[in-house]
C-alpha cells in the first residue's frame, strides 16, 4: 500500500525585479495537498493540464524532489529510495548513450548492488524476449529507434521488479501505431508482475487504456479532482468497446469544468 497524506510542494521563485533578488524570494505553491491511497499491484493513471505538478509528484515519490510537506508511507515505512525499489521512466526514457541495451537494462541492478543469480537470468531473459529487445543487447540507444528505446525503458524497470513503478508520459514521442503496440506490450508485462504503478499522461484514451483507476487533477497547483473505478482496464478490444468512448466523453466533461488539456 502507498499511502500519500497532505503532500504538497513549494518552488521558491527569484524576483529579478526587485533590488533585493539575491535575498528576496517568492514562495509558489506547485503541487498540492494531494491525498491518495494506492493497494499494492494497482497502477493508477494520473491525467491534469500541463503545469498542475504531474511530474513534481512522480519526482517527490522518486526522492529527486526532497523539500516537499506532507507524508508519504509505503508498505508502513516511510518511502525510501534507498530501502524501497522504485524504478522510473521519464518522458525521454533516461537511457545512458554510453551504454548498450544490456548495460542500460542491469544498471539499477548494479546501483542496487543486486547479484544476478539464476533466477534473475530467467526474468531478465524473459522479459527481454517478451518485449522482444534480445537480439538488441550490443547496440547502443542512438542505434535504436525511439520504440526500441521505450521497450528497453520498460525492461530496465521490470527487471529490477519494482515496489513502485513510476512513470512520466512514457509513450508520448511515439507515433499513434508504435504507441498502442507499446501500450499493449505494457500492459502485458505488467499483468503478469503487478507493480504498484503511477501512469502520468495527457491522454483520455490512454489513462482508460492504461489506468485500473483514473485521477484527474485540478489547474496548478495541482490538487485530485475526481478518482474513476475503470471498470474497462483490462477488457479486450477495449479500443472498439462502446463503453470506452462513454468513459471517454465522461472525463472530458469533468475536465471541461476546470480546465483543458
Given at each position: 500500500?502507498?499511502?500519500?497524506?497532505?503532500?504538497?510542494?513549494?518552488?521558491?521563485?527569484?524576483?529579478?525585479?526587485s533590488q533585493n533578488y539575491k535575498s528576496e524570494k517568492k514562495l509558489v505553491k506547485a503541487l498540492g495537498p494531494i491525498n491518495l491511497s494506492i493497494a499494492a499491484g494497482e497502477?493508477?493513471?494520473?491525467?491534469?493540464?500541463?503545469?498542475?505538478?504531474?511530474?513534481?509528484l512522480l519526482h517527490v515519490l522518486s526522492g529527486i524532489i526532497k523539500d516537499y510537506q506532507g507524508q508519504i508511507v509505503m508498505k508502513g515505512?516511510?518511502?525510501?529510495?534507498?530501502l524501497h525499489s522504485i524504478g522510473f521512466i521519464p518522458q525521454n526514457f533516461g537511457l545512458l548513450p554510453w551504454k548498450n541495451v544490456?548495460?542500460?537494462?542491469?544498471?539499477?541492478?548494479?546501483i542496487k548492488g543486486k547479484a544476478i543469480d539464476n533466477p534473475l537470468h530467467e526474468r531478465i531473459d524473459y522479459i527481454?524476449?517478451?518485449?522482444?529487445?534480445?537480439?538488441?543487447?550490443?547496440?547502443?540507444?542512438?542505434?535504436?529507434?525511439?520504440?526500441?528505446?521505450?521497450?528497453?525503458?520498460v525492461a530496465r524497470a521490470f527487471i529490477m521488479n519494482p515496489d513502485l513503478l513510476?512513470?512520466?508520459?512514457?509513450f508520448s514521442a511515439l507515433d499513434a501505431f508504435t504507441r498502442e503496440e507499446a501500450q499493449d506490450l505494457f500492459i502485458d508485462i505488467w499483468n503478469q508482475y503487478k507493480s504498484t504503478t503511477i501512469f502520468v499522461t495527457h491522454s483520455i484514451e490512454e489513462?482508460?487504456?492504461?489506468?485500473?483507476k483514473i485521477v484527474i487533477m485540478s489547474q496548478s497547483p495541482g490538487a485530485i479532482v475526481?478518482?474513476?473505478?475503470?471498470?474497462?482496464?483490462?477488457t479486450e478490444n477495449l479500443r472498439e468497446n462502446e463503453e470506452f468512448f462513454k468513459l471517454s466523453s465522461y472525463i472530458r466533461s469533468v475536465i471541461k469544468k476546470g480546465w483543458k488539456i
Open positions: 500500500m502507498l499511502e500519500i497524506n497532505k503532500l504538497s510542494v513549494n518552488y521558491k521563485l527569484v524576483d529579478y525585479k497502477i493508477y493513471a494520473l491525467i491534469g493540464p500541463s503545469g498542475c505538478g504531474k511530474s513534481t515505512e516511510k518511502l525510501n529510495p534507498k544490456q548495460r542500460n537494462c542491469l544498471l539499477s541492478l548494479k527481454m524476449h517478451k518485449l522482444d529487445i534480445h537480439l538488441l543487447k550490443d547496440r547502443y540507444p542512438s542505434e535504436l529507434s525511439g520504440g526500441q528505446k521505450q521497450r528497453v525503458a513510476l512513470m512520466d508520459e512514457p489513462a482508460i487504456y492504461m489506468g485500473k475526481e478518482i474513476i473505478d475503470n471498470s474497462l482496464f483490462n
